[in-house]
């Protein structure tokens, strides 16, 4: 942790802050941009060596992120590898390039991180013991990450039956709402099904921590609807970190985690019936596509990750019948995995 703290000194130290796009005076419907990204970086515990180098790709896509003067980020989970033991300095190195940004940069947690831990590549950790970690280091309190930080509506301050969930938050910017669902990947902690294709069996404990936390986030998601319709808001954002629609697209792999998220987002985003757009990682490489029939105003993007280090640049204009322009954000030098 020490090492790379100085390793990545003197990129914060050149980083030139941007101030983020924070007009109050700002119509509700004036234009803004955030920009999306996560699965960064993945050391290999077989090639050590190579770890300052991934750790710097993502120290420069940081100044490349600040270049476009986001009025935020958001990170769509999985700060390391799924093969990088889950040690204390390795779930906690985020930090490093987290305080890069010259931006608020708002967080959800992936498999990575936690869920995964208790393999034998990973450590052999307690899961929900390094779930306790995230929880009391990046989400301390009510406000975003980065260097200029951005308070937050967070589901354990407004909702008392969930006051565990530090992690879903909700914030607006002019006419558009924006809510985070802790959604990971590795079918969200839940145990497979007989019959999935992949076969997932996590400690004990994990069906109840996944049955409580379904529970929070669809609660989450309906509130998130509900402030927008309050609010009259044009669109809504929502952010997770799994791939819900990879089984769709592939025809294989394990669903019974997401099929409730799934189902919930394209219920309220059909009654909503104005923009939404959902953006997630998990895959590792850039698609955009409307995946559900039922809620045709359901855009979804997966920002790339792992090989693929870039960003996803976000222009919302609130005002338009389709508010979103996306645009990828660092350097293409290396052929990313594409597909299933």
């Not at 208790?118 to 899961?127: M, T």
């Not at 402030?227 to 792999?253: H, K, M, N, P, W």
Request: hydrophobic share 40%.
């Amino acid at each position: 942790m020490r090492r790379l703290a100085l390793f990545l000194l003197p990129l914060l130290l050149a980083s030139q802050p941007a101030p983020a796009q924070t007009s109050p005076q700002a119509s509700p419907d004036a234009p803004f941009s955030f920009v999306a990204f996560g699965d960064m970086p993945y050391c290999q515990p077989t090639a050590p060596q190579d770890c300052p180098a991934e750790q710097g790709r993502v120290a420069r896509l940081m100044g490349d992120i600040n270049a476009t003067r986001p009025a935020f980020s958001l990170y769509v989970g999985d700060t390391k590898g799924g093969s990088e033991v889950c040690t204390d300095d390795t779930v906690l190195r985020a930090f490093s390039f987290f305080g890069l940004a010259t931006h608020p940069l708002v967080y959800t947690p992936g498999d990575n991180e936690w869920t995964d831990c208790w393999q034998d590549r990973a450590g052999r950790f307690d899961p929900l013991e390094r779930l306790a970690l995230l929880r009391a280091r990046f989400f301390a309190d009510g406000r975003s990450l980065g260097r200029q930080r951005m308070p937050l509506a967070r589901q354990a301050d407004l909702d008392p039956a969930n006051r565990l969930y530090v992690e879903n938050a909700r914030w607006q910017r002019g006419a558009v709402t924006f809510v985070t669902l802790h959604v990971p990947g590795s079918n969200n902690n839940r145990p497979t099904e007989p019959g999935e294709a992949g076969t997932i069996v996590p400690p004990l404990g994990a069906m109840e921590e996944f049955t409580a936390r379904n529970a929070a986030n669809l609660a989450w998601l309906v509130a998130a609807f509900a402030e927008a319709r309050r609010a009259d808001s044009r669109a809504l954002v929502i952010a997770t970190q799994a791939d819900l629609f990879y089984v769709q697209r592939c025809g294989r792999g394990y669903d019974s985690g997401y099929r409730d998220t799934r189902a919930a987002i394209e219920r309220e985003a059909a009654a909503f019936g104005k923009p939404v757009l959902l953006v997630h990682g998990d895959s590792h490489f850039w698609l955009h596509d409307r995946p559900l029939a039922a809620a045709p105003n359901l855009t979804r993007i997966m920002v790339p990750g792992e090989r693929d280090t870039r960003a996803v640049r976000v222009e919302v204009d609130p005002a338009a019948a389709d508010p979103w322009r996306f645009t990828l954000v660092g350097a293409d030098d290396r052929p990313a995995r594409q597909g299933c």
